[in-house]
């Protein structure tokens, strides 16, 4: 992100899409994070947040600035515990991958709270044809990604529909915090889906452990 502010002062869009697929248990970075959720939430959440200056600039020129957070957008399940967030008490595979939804939707409220004027996406972009099962540093999910990749693939999206359809969430997006599916149209949200005391708690939560 430092490299980046250096050759580019203007931001418009920044897309954020890095995955992992493992059943490895709890696996720590040196900063006490999990890994799966260091990429799936807290790497997106401090990359986003040190290019902000460049997106204000670009809001500032009366350009566009909009973020897209690619991951799994209101999908999230049984995540709404606010005393553990991190999950540093009830790890479980299953819980990580229903955390990382949960934060990046508390991640987008968050952000746009706090810059208005700015576009921040959480997308849901479905079922896409990428090479994730063979990067896995499980056996079982290599092998596993062997024998389902044919049957799936027909049911999946290709790079280039998912990642069009992916411009399109972020192209007509305005100002705020916006949940969007696998077509790149809104989510339609009940009132209150976004807990303004589990954003608050996810905010300061975030800070702590990504701090320089």
């Not at 696996?27 to 006490?32: H, L």
């Not at 460049?54 to 909009?66: F, I, Q, T, Y």
């Not at 709404?80 to 479980?92: E, I, M, P």
């Not at 696998?182 to 996810?202: H, R, S, T």
């Amino acid at each position: 992100a430092g490299e980046l502010l250096t050759r580019f002062p203007k931001v418009n869009f920044l897309a954020l899409s890095p995955g992992l697929l493992t059943l490895d248990g709890r696996n720590e970075t040196e900063e006490g994070i999990d890994r799966k959720l260091a990429v799936h939430y807290y790497g997106r959440w401090r990359f986003i947040r040190e290019l902000i200056p460049a997106l204000e600039a670009a809001h500032k020129a009366g350009e566009d600035a909009k973020v897209i957070s690619v991951l799994a957008a209101k999908q999230a399940r049984g995540t709404r515990n606010l005393d553990d967030l991190g999950l540093k008490k009830h790890f479980s595979v299953f819980n990580a991958a229903m955390a990382g939804p949960t934060y990046n939707d508390c991640m987008v409220k968050g952000f746009a709270n706090r810059h208005p004027g700015l576009s921040f996406i959480h997308s849901y972009p479905g079922g896409v044809y990428t090479p994730l099962f063979k990067k896995s540093n499980t056996a079982t999910i290599r092998y596993a990604g062997m024998l389902l990749t044919p049957l799936i693939k027909p049911f999946t999206y290709t790079l280039q529909a998912a990642g069009e359809h992916q411009l399109y969430a972020l192209l007509k997006a305005g100002p705020g915090a916006k949940l969007t599916d696998d077509k790149g149209a809104d989510i339609p949200l009940k009132e209150g889906y976004f807990n303004p005391d589990q954003v608050d708690k996810a905010w300061a939560h975030t800070e702590e452990p990504t701090s320089p």
